[in-house]
């Protein structure tokens, strides 16, 4: 018995609101789709964010109806829950994969305690549950008890093992309910396996793309796809199945040498046979005019989908007074010396601000000073 595992597909994300994007999302669902009629697996199951919103836009379900007809066809079962993103999130909304369910395209686990029969397999599942019903997550595990020896749990919820930050989890493994042979996670997207005592695997199939660039590294190392999960044996045994996705890449510019790292950005991907990388760019050095770095980075259009500033480590230069200070320290030397070594006055206006600052209180004499400073004093006496 062979179970293809996938997550998190999010079908309509129009990363940086590119249309590329949002067709790379499509291209890869059917990629994923290709993969389980070419295995001939028995299954499909999807951990939750099928739709990267509630209220999926009409191209996103097409694309999700063309390829869920193709498994029917192949006598393929797709098995689903509900993410975090494709929840309701209003009291009258409903899940979108109601819509699929009603065309018999999908199985929708809505019941946490019914499971799917796949021969001597119970897969149940569990739609993504908020930290405000926290508690209801722990009833509910309390209650599920699998029907057979060979079971699979279907869970979209974050992991304090994963993710210890406050808010950021609802559950620990050990809040897991016993028995299961295989958890199957989604919500986090990038791989990851972790074995528990008795031969129990936790298991997340991650996103089949990139959604945000801290997936880049995982990428790298584990790729990006679907699990392939043979339960023939006794215990279950994994293949990872790898898709082809557009590359993103983190690259560093020193705005120092900006032109010179340009320059060898293009050279190194110019011959690009593949799609057009996104690069997520880490900017060093001293901050430049905004307009003038613009202008340098848009040559990367030549050899990037998009790119954008991913982090800006650049710091101001500052002006440096290598000139000594007066041998004279006394209040009015200082400010005459700051005027004119460092904020680049003239001798004549670091003069006059000094008369200003003397005659502070005459407010006649400081509003005819600093017209004149700026220029105006002949319209004053026009006037």
């Known amino acids: 018995m062979h179970i293809l595992h996938i997550s998190d597909t999010h079908l309509g994300k129009r990363q940086y609101n590119l249309d590329s994007r949002e067709n790379d999302v499509y291209e890869v669902f059917h990629q994923l789709i290709n993969i389980a009629i070419k295995e001939h697996v028995d299954a499909v199951v999807h951990t939750g964010d099928f739709f990267d919103v509630n209220d999926p836009p009409n191209k996103a379900e097409v694309e999700a109806v063309k390829g869920l007809k193709r498994l029917k066809e192949a006598g393929i079962p797709f098995i689903v829950i509900a993410g975090d993103h494709d929840s309701p999130k ?85 809040d897991l309910p016993k028995n299961f042979t295989y958890y199957a996670l989604g919500h986090f997207h990038s791989r990851k396996i972790m074995h528990l005592d008795g031969g ?18 995982g990428y790298e190392k584990d790729g990006k796809g679907a699990t392939l999960i043979d339960f023939s044996g006794d215990l279950p045994t994994i293949q990872y199945i790898n898709v082809d996705i557009r590359k993103q890449y983190v690259i560093n510019i020193d705005t120092g040498k900006i032109k010179d790292d340009i320059r060898k950005i293009k050279e190194k991907y110019k011959n690009n046979n593949s799609k057009k990388p996104i690069f997520h760019i880490i ?41 000594d200070l007066p041998n004279e320290t006394t209040i009015e030397k200082l400010i005459f010396h700051y005027l004119t070594k460092v904020a680049h006055f003239s001798e004549n206006d670091a003069k006059i601000v000094l008369d200003i600052i003397e005659k502070a209180d005459d407010r006649a004499y400081v509003k005819e000073h600093l017209r004149k400073m700026i220029g105006v004093e002949n319209d004053h006496k026009e006037n």
């Open 90 to 174: 209003k009291n009258y909304a409903i899940y979108p994969q109601k819509l699929l369910e009603e065309f018999e395209l999908i199985k929708f686990l809505s019941k946490p305690t019914t499971p799917y029969k796949l021969g001597d397999i119970s897969i149940y599942g569990l739609s993504h549950i908020p930290n405000v019903a926290r508690e209801r997550l722990k009833d509910v595990f309390s209650n599920l008890k699998p029907e057979t020896k060979k079971s699979i749990l279907l869970l979209h919820q974050g992991l304090k093992e994963i993710l210890p930050y406050e808010g950021a989890w609802q559950i620990q493994i050990a």
């Open 283 to 323: 900017l060093s050095g001293i901050t430049i005019p905004k307009d003038e770095l613009m202008r340098q980075l848009r040559e990367l259009n030549e050899v990037a989908e998009h790119w954008r500033i991913y982090k800006d480590n650049t710091k101001r230069k500052e002006e440096k007074d290598t000139s």
């Open 200 to 217: 129990r695997i936790v298991e997340i199939a991650g996103s089949p793309d990139i959604m945000r660039e801290e997936e880049i590294e």
